[in-house]
């Protein structure tokens, strides 16, 4: 089965850092993507883990650790456009199929 | 075209109606993705085509459901006699289908509502 399970909410303030977790169980993994997605909009692409470690990408960073179904999405410097749903999604082996988690809300205050 | 498109981008119809939804995506992507997403809540994988082609059609909701990709471009997404639990956005995304570029690029989505 696939299960992907990430935070409903987070609240932060403009200039912190904050961490976003994401826990996985799929029958197969070929990668994990993390996607912003604004009130209203479609998802925007943040990045792609396909091997453990960090990937760092100016105010955002995405880690990965396969042997423990684990990633985070580390935002620093918060702005208030960062204030959106945060997506983590497991890429399905061979079928190139993107399972999404339900997303977390982030609200950035001044 | 620069992005990939959807249309209509919003369609309110009345219940049991049928509607189709249409998506154009990036020029020369192979892969092209349909999901749904309710108000509040994720994204639910619909179907999948590569090329034109559906390998996975395990996400269509009932057989109300249909979709069907020409030409390896344009896909539409058929609703037939809609009901209210319908009412979501619907939104489409493409990729390039080769090896290392998983990336998916989202249309901006068409909001169906069934009253």
């Known amino acids: 089965g696939q299960n992907i399970d990430q935070p409903t909410e987070m609240t932060a303030t403009e200039g912190a850092i904050v961490q976003i977790n994401c826990t996985y169980q799929?029958?197969?993994?070929?990668?994990l993507f993390w996607y912003q997605q604004h009130a209203g909009e479609a998802p925007t692409f943040l990045s792609y883990n396909v091997l453990d470690g960090l990937e760092e990408k100016g105010r955002f960073s995405s880690f990965l650790s396969r042997s423990k179904g684990y990633s985070y999405l580390l935002l620093k410097e918060l702005q208030m456009k960062d204030s959106a749903s945060y997506l983590c999604?497991?890429?399905?082996?061979?079928?190139?199929?993107?399972?999404f988690g339900t997303g977390t809300r982030l609200q950035v205050f001044p | 075209g620069a992005g990939v498109s959807q249309s209509p981008s919003n369609k309110v119809t009345e219940k049991g109606k049928d509607v189709e939804l249409r998506c154009d995506p990036i020029?020369?992507?192979?892969?092209l993705y349909w999901y749904r997403q309710s108000l509040g809540q994720g994204l639910e994988f619909l179907i999948y085509?590569?090329?034109?082609?559906?390998?996975?059609k395990s996400g269509l909701p009932s057989d109300r459901f249909s979709a069907e990709r020409t030409g390896g471009s344009v896909s539409t997404l058929t609703i037939q006699r809609t009901q209210q639990e319908d009412s979501a956005v619907y939104l489409c995304a493409s990729s390039s289908g080769l090896a290392g570029s998983a990336e998916q690029f989202f249309g901006p989505g068409t909001r169906l509502t069934v009253l």
């Open positions: 799929t029958s197969g993994f070929n990668g």
């Open positions: 020029s020369g992507h192979t892969a």
């Open positions: 999604a497991v890429l399905s082996y061979n079928t190139d199929k993107l399972i």
């Open positions: 085509f590569q090329g034109n082609s559906a390998p996975d």
